[in-house]
């Protein structure tokens, strides 16, 4: 088959992680016989040194076209001005709001060879083998009112947690449907002691369980959920949560797996289901690392891995999503590291090396 997908490199070390995920999808598109025709374009501060704004409508239409979209990362100092009138960070959220990415997936798999470069016991990460689905397009980032004003007892300022029925319902069939597909076991995440968003959010939990008899459905309070986390992370399976508890929760969780620099995400636009392809937006965990750009160090293996994540929920390429996770596994079985993930007596590579290493393994 032939498929269209956008390529937006973005700032820092974007372009060059992005590069090496287009190797890859290459060498997997020789080998299955499928084409990917690549359409590029500006992200974040690139797009605004070259159009004034941090996505353009011509961007966003080139995406909508496209089966998927892969992205690297946005943002640094160059465009760090909290007076700015316009930010890279702006750009992602519009692509987020305009594309209807509600679903982020955020994968977090301790692998046995990188048990060592984490920064908690390896008894306590033994055996993590979790997704975070975070509600994406919804509450304090996107509510209303959010403004800030002046009054004759000073500033003010409010962010709005407003959530639909529809809203709350599809990211939470999302979660349902990817813990079938895994260990059943669903954790809901709100602070429905204090939050009314929180309060619709676990009744709809409570609601749609029915239809999802096969899976095991717990309530966590978020505050709890951050120190089970750390405290015993191998009891979770499916995490589903609003936005921005999701937000601050997908760091935490992304220390677990040791690297940053390991960590794929998906967006996407609707409730993945075995066979079903949904577009989507695919990107490494890891921001833009400007200290890092343009030194060849990077390591690309999250950008590669939401490639196969593109593969797996936009593309309908399940198989071809396993040979890449699986060239992956083997390169690091070897002994091949990036620096973030470097230790003792292990063979240190950069951001092309392992690229196309990886690439080459692909069966
Ligand atoms: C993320 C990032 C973004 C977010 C920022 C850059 C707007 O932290 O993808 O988690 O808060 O969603
Ligand atoms: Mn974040």
């Not at 973005?10 to 060498?27: I, M």
């Not at 070897?334 to 690229?355: H, L, N």
């Amino acid at each position: 088959m032939r498929f269209e997908l956008a390529v937006l490199p973005g700032d820092g070390v974007g372009p060059e992680v992005v590069a090496e995920a287009v190797k890859v999808l290459q060498a997997v598109g020789r080998r299955s016989g499928h084409e990917f025709v690549l359409h590029y374009g500006d992200i974040g501060g690139a797009a605004i040194d070259k159009h004034g704004v941090s996505l353009t409508k011509d961007t966003l239409k080139m995406c909508k076209r496209c089966h998927a979209v892969l992205l690297g990362a946005v943002g640094g100092p160059k465009w760090d001005d909290p007076l700015a009138k316009v930010r890279p960070e702006d750009g992602l959220l519009e692509i987020r709001k305009g594309l209807g990415l509600f679903a982020n997936l955020r994968p977090v798999k301790v692998l046995p060879m990188l048990i060592d470069s984490t920064s908690l016991k390896p008894e306590v990460i033994r055996g993590v083998d979790m997704v975070m689905v975070r509600e994406l397009t919804g509450g304090l980032y996107f509510g209303k009112p959010k403004r800030q004003w002046r009054t004759s007892k000073g500033r003010r300022a409010v962010d709005s947690m407003t959530y639909s029925e529809a809203e709350i319902e599809r990211i939470i069939r999302a979660g349902y449907e990817l813990a079938r597909t895994r260990r059943r076991k669903l954790t809901s995440v709100d602070k429905a002691n204090v939050l009314e968003s929180s309060r619709l959010w676990r009744q709809i939990a409570i609601e749609l369980s029915p239809d999802y008899s096969d899976v095991e459905l717990e309530h966590q309070l978020v505050d709890a959920c951050a120190m089970r986390l750390i405290q015993s992370p191998s009891q979770f399976d499916v995490i589903v949560t609003e936005n921005t508890f999701g937000d601050i929760l997908t760091d935490e969780a992304s220390m677990l797996a040791g690297s940053l620099g390991m960590l794929p995400s998906a967006s996407i636009a609707g409730i993945p289901q075995a066979g079903k392809r949904i577009f989507g937006l695919y990107e490494p965990i890891h921001g833009s690392a400007p200290r890092r750009a343009g030194q060849n160090m990077a390591n690309p293996i999250a950008t590669i891995l939401s490639g196969a994540m593109m593969l797996r929920y936009s593309l309908g390429l399940a198989a071809e999503a396993d040979k890449v996770e699986t060239a992956i596994n083997s390169v690091l079985e070897d002994g091949y590291r990036t620096y973030d993930i470097m230790s003792e007596g292990m063979k240190k590579m950069g951001t092309r090396e392992m690229g196309e290493l990886i690439a080459s393994k692909i069966a």
